[in-house]
Antibody, heavy 118, light 107 residues
Framework: QVQLVQSGAEMKRPGASVKVSCKASGYIFTSYYIHWVRQAPGQGLEWMGIINPSGDSTTYAQKFRGRLSMTTDTSTSTAYMELSSLKSDDTAVYYC???????????WGQGTLVTAST | DIQLTQSPSFLSASVGDRVKITCRASQDISSSLAWYQQKAGEAPKLLIYAASTLQSGVPSRFSGSGSRTDFTLTIGSLQPEDFATYYCQHLNSFPLTFGGGTKVEIK
């Protein structure tokens, strides 16, 4: 079965960077794009961007350009999301999701809580 | 950017009720809309894509309709496990924005 397993919770100081991993299994990694979506505490879902599995094509939401980087490692079927210059309002649960038919997020990781705080 | 407005933002209903949630897009998105269900502490789950196509394994009491700018998610007969927050998302063009969510609670 399709599974996306994310790395564990992170606590960072404002101004630091965080890198979250998302290891895929149960399907051919190179056949599907990966979305990244975040959710601040008590808030709704926010789409951050999408990456093709070979890692050579990315589209980021405007608000994150300049401090968001998405990459992949096809040898381990893993996608990565790195967010730099963290601010307190970057505190959120970050999800990866497989982009299936019509680009819908058809399978999701369990989420990674990133806390940016002094 | 395309904005999605969901209504209501909060809904109180009883088991067995028929429930409708609407999602309005700020411009024509054809049928490029998905619906997700999220329970507290869990990742979202895809229910419907292409406005009206039921994702495999999703109960048939869920249905989607609409096109262009106006869309509806209907739960035919609300079950205890359906109490959750529901989100729409468009897939027409980047950025792929979500609606603000509709929380369905027990009356």
């Amino acid at each position: 079965q399709v599974q996306l397993v994310q790395s564990g919770a992170e606590m960072k100081r404002p101004g630091a960077s965080v890198k979250v991993s998302c290891k895929a299994s149960g399907y051919i990694f190179t056949s599907y794009y990966i979305h990244w979506v975040r959710q601040a505490p008590g808030q709704g879902l926010e789409w951050m961007g999408i990456i093709n599995p070979s890692g050579d094509s990315t589209t980021y939401a405007q608000k994150f350009r300049g401090r968001l980087s998405m990459t992949t490692d096809t040898s381990t079927s893993t996608a990565y999301m790195e967010l730099s210059s963290l601010k307190s309002d970057d505190t959120a649960v970050y999800y990866c999701a497989r982009a299936g038919l019509h680009n819908v997020a058809d399978h999701w990781g369990q989420g990674t809580l990133v806390t940016a705080s002094t | 950017d395309i904005q999605l407005t969901q209504s209501p933002s909060f809904l109180s209903a009883s088991v067995g009720d028929r429930v409708k949630i609407t999602c309005r897009a700020s411009q024509d998105i054809s049928s490029s809309l998905a619906w997700y269900q999220q329970k507290a502490g869990e990742a979202p789950k895809l229910l419907i894509y292409a406005a009206s196509t039921l994702q495999s394994g999703v109960p048939s009491r869920f249905s989607g309709s609409g096109s262009r700018t106006d869309f509806t998610l209907t739960i035919g007969s609300l079950q205890p496990e359906d109490f959750a927050t529901y989100y729409c998302q468009h897939l027409n063009s980047f950025p792929l924005t979500f609606g603000g969510g509709t929380k369905v609670e027990i009356k």
